[in-house]
């Protein structure tokens, strides 16, 4: 006799009461579906989420029932959705993971439900067959992630020659790292080879440190500390700072503490993020070695001063400025604590410190001015200030008056070459950064511009724009890199030059000429500015960071159909035409790349042997609004001094913009809220390899797994490469060795310059947002890095300082 079905004998059992949760699941994820399908349709979107829904609505009635038909149904919805998604995006992992992934969970569930909607053999023999399916799709999207996740190698690397500077003034590095890019030629470029892909696998901890600089319980530092910082090593000493500007110079081979610098800067004075890059060293000429800051360490603090001190003790040299120490926004305008800092380290040229400020973005129209200044490297004196819309001020302002407010500055660190006696400023975009209309002059010429400044009089020499009339934020955040250019006629002093836009321009160091194709391209026009638009903007044609690609519908993402279903809804209701969209109000429009690049600060590395470009870049949106005065008030968003100003979170996030029509809100990254999760599809960043003299990709891979990410905020533990954003820099070796660390996963990794595979990697005490350097002291070739974490990552902070090398 036939066994009677659950469903004809009533529908009892433990069996059936999970069936119908499931199909309770079932209904309320089709509703999701089926109404924001049929929003995204209205809006020109795919017709899939409407019909998926239906079915998931009419699969769940019927499995409430028990009826064996809502399994067919589910089956039937299934297979059309493998379909869809494989004609929308073949077999990119990546693509296929929110498209394919819940579905098959919920197709797991549906053949575990089997037994109870057919009893017997039939329903078992469902079982393994729908499993059978299951394992299948896994594997497919799981080969599919593997393809994504490996490096795309294009070509070979170049053969080895050796190079020579065309500046033979510049400062060697090889045993020592004495600037913070390595020189300040800034190649980030080690010849030590000691450490190589034979033996890297060994690389172990020789000994780590506390800087002992942490937030602790104070509220004005909590969820701002980013130390950032690369140490620097000279002699038998290596010279590190903390995040608020602590500098200690500690044993190169065991990490004994020689001396502690303290500069007991105040919280209110952190800006965005407590960090400090770098310092700076100088030996001064025709002294004797002995004599008290004959060798000396600069360096710049949140509170804006510049501070030297003596090398090998640590006391302020006191013929420096007024005990040691310079206070370098005289006469900027004024100075709300955390609007004026100094964040990067100085650059030094010609016996002349150059530096420049972080002005707090998104704060005022009439923000401190971007001036800047270059001092004695031996007494302080200001030698100049270039205040861009005043070249008649050789130094001071007149009497009762200041430098020009709001003007573009330098943040980041500037690049020198001690022959020409230039140095070269990735400049900013003018303050109140994406709103344009009343920038004039030579505002408009040097913002988002390099300029080559003569480090002697302070005079520009040239300077070349990167985006005109910027309201992207697009300010060159990278330290441009000096190198030797191959061309027919013999090699050219040049300067590599990464933007956050994601080109990267290759400049002729004496003249500013490019040395490759650069050409003036059509771009969207519009926005609310329309008469402020320029109808092109400079785009290299030798090689760029960018995805090939704009952004399309196919190209949201999420964990699931309904978190992408909400990203093509918020796509389609965006104004989006590609690079350089315009800012809009009332509607939100898209930014891509987003002001965290392309290149932010890290910039790149080059193998000058080789002629190796290595840059690790971002490949992010962002998704913003221009919000009108009025809202903004009520939003409660005032700038930095005023009451209840905010003193924290992202920078864009909220920016009051005073003194302009319009407030900027920036979704950095363009995430999801509640999730959490990124709209664009993976991956967020990357590492690549280009010819310098072709400008042609030789490989490029993803950096960063998913084990700090997920959604939520809880790590999901992956060691899947999805490729993160990431923030720092990247250090090449003649051992054929990449070190990096930059991306959010907290880890430290050396990656084979031939082929772009990780060869090692080590697991940090907190976020790797700085960049690493190596040098070599008693015959041991050590890698450092400061771990510091970073609050805008999203990563953990730590006071910790990491020396690795070879077993003894």
């Avoid at 690609?549 to 965006?574: H, Y």
């Avoid at 080590?762 to 350097?773: C, E, R, W, Y």
């Amino acid at each position: 006799m036939a066994r009677p079905s659950l469903a004809a004998s009533g529908g009892g059992g433990v069996g059936a009461i999970l069936v119908r949760i499931l199909s309770v699941i079932f209904v309320m994820i089709g509703a999701t579906l089926t109404i924001g399908g049929a929003w995204l349709l209205t809006l020109g979107g795919s017709f899939y989420y409407l019909l998926a829904g239906l079915g998931l609505i009419a699969s769940g009635v019927m499995l409430f029932r028990l009826k064996l038909t809502g399994a067919y149904i589910y089956f039937g919805v299934f297979v059309l959705t493998v379909m869809w998604a494989l004609w929308e995006v073949g077999l990119d992992g990546w693509g296929l993971v929110p498209r394919v992934i819940a579905p098959a969970v919920l197709l797991a569930l549906v053949i575990a439900s089997l037994p109870v909607l057919r009893p017997g053999r039939d329903g078992r023999k469902w079982a393994i067959g729908g499993g059978v399916g299951f394992v299948v799709v896994a594997l497919l999207a799981g080969f599919g992630v593997a393809q994504a996740n490996a490096p795309k190698v294009d070509m070979p690397l170049p053969a080895a020659q050796p190079s020579t500077s065309s500046d033979p003034d510049a400062i060697p590095v090889g045993a020592d790292w004495p600037a913070y890019g390595g020189t300040y030629h800034a190649q980030r470029y080690s010849p030590l080879t000691q450490i190589n892909t034979g033996n890297v696998g060994k690389l172990q901890r020789a000994w780590n440190i506390h800087t002992g600089d942490l937030p602790g319980d104070r509220p004005g530092a909590q969820n701002k500390y980013a130390s950032e910082n690369t140490p620097l090593k000279v002699g038998n000493a290596l010279y590190i700072c903390s995040g608020k500007g602590i500098v200690l110079a500690v044993d190169a081979a065991t990490g004994k503490t020689i001396w502690r610098h303290d500069p007991q800067v105040s919280d209110d004075n952190i800006p965005y993020t407590a960090a400090c890059r770098g310092v700076s060293y100088f030996v001064v000429p025709s002294v004797a070695p002995q004599t008290p800051c004959a060798t000396r360490i600069i360096w710049g603090t949140l509170d804006a001063r510049l501070i030297a001190v003596d090398s090998r003790t640590g006391q302020r040299c006191q013929g420096f400025g007024q005990n040691g120490q310079v206070d370098t926004a005289a006469n900027m305008g004024t100075l709300i604590p955390g609007m004026v800092s100094i964040t990067s380290a100085p650059t030094i040229v010609r016996g002349v410190v150059v530096t420049g400020h972080q002005i707090l973005d998104g704060q005022y129209r009439q923000a401190p001015s971007g001036v800047i200044k270059g001092f004695d490297a031996v007494t302080g004196q200001l030698r100049w200030a270039w205040d861009m819309m005043r070249p008649d001020i050789n130094t001071t302002p007149p009497a009762g008056q200041i430098y020009t407010l709001g003007t573009p500055n330098m943040w980041t660190t500037a690049s020198g070459d001690e022959r020409l006696g230039l140095v070269y400023l990735p400049l900013g975009s003018t303050a109140a950064d994406y709103w344009s209309s009343d920038r004039t002059g030579p505002q408009l010429d040097y913002a988002t511009s390099l300029v080559a400044l003569d480090v002697t009089t302070g005079k520009p020499r040239w300077h070349f724009q990167t985006v005109h009339h910027d309201v992207w934020d697009y300010d060159l955040g990278s330290q441009a890199t000096l190198v030797d250019f191959p061309t027919g006629a013999g090699a050219l002093p040049a300067v590599v030059l990464p933007s956050k836009q994601g080109d990267i321009y290759v400049l002729n160091r004496e003249t500013g000429q490019p040395l490759t194709q650069v050409a003036e391209l059509p771009v969207p026009q519009g926005g609310q500015e329309p008469a402020m638009r320029t109808k092109t903007q400079p785009h290299s044609l030798f090689h760029t960071l960018r995805r090939q690609n704009d952004l399309t519908e196919k190209s949201m993402w999420g964990m699931s159909p309904i978190d992408q279903m909400v990203c093509r809804i918020q796509f389609r209701q965006a104004s989006y035409a590609g690079f350089y969209t315009p800012p809009t109000v009332g509607q939100h429009y898209i930014e891509y790349p987003g002001y965290n690049g392309g290149s932010d600060w890290g910039g790149i590395a080059i193998d000058p042997n080789r002629g190796v470009i290595v840059a690790n870049y971002n490949d992010m949106p962002n998704y913003n609004t221009l919000v009108p005065r009025a809202e903004a008030d009520k939003r409660g968003w005032v700038p930095r001094g005023q009451p209840n100003a905010r003193k924290g979170g992202a920078e864009g996030a909220g920016d009051p913009q005073a003194g302009v029509p319009y407030a900027i809100s920036v979704n950095a990254g363009w995430r999801l809220p509640f999730t959490g999760l990124l709209c664009k599809e993976p991956p967020y960043g990357g590492i690549r390899a280009i010819d310098l003299k072709t400008g042609r990709q030789i490989w490029d891979r993803p950096l960063g797994t998913a084990r700090n990410n997920g959604p939520f905020g809880i790590p999901s533990g992956l060691p899947i490469n999805i490729g993160t954003p990431n923030n720092g820099g990247a250090v090449v070796t003649a051992g054929n060795l990449i070190f990096v660390a930059a991306a959010t996963d907290g880890l430290i990794r050396a990656i084979d310059i031939n082929t772009g595979k990780t060869v090692w990697s080590d697991v940090l005490p907190g976020g790797g947002q700085a960049t690493p350097m190596t040098y070599e002291i008693g015959g041991r070739q050590y890698l450092v890095i400061a771990p510091g974490g970073h609050h805008f990552m999203e990563t953990p902070i730590s006071d910790e300082v990491i020396a690795y090398a070879l077993p003894t």
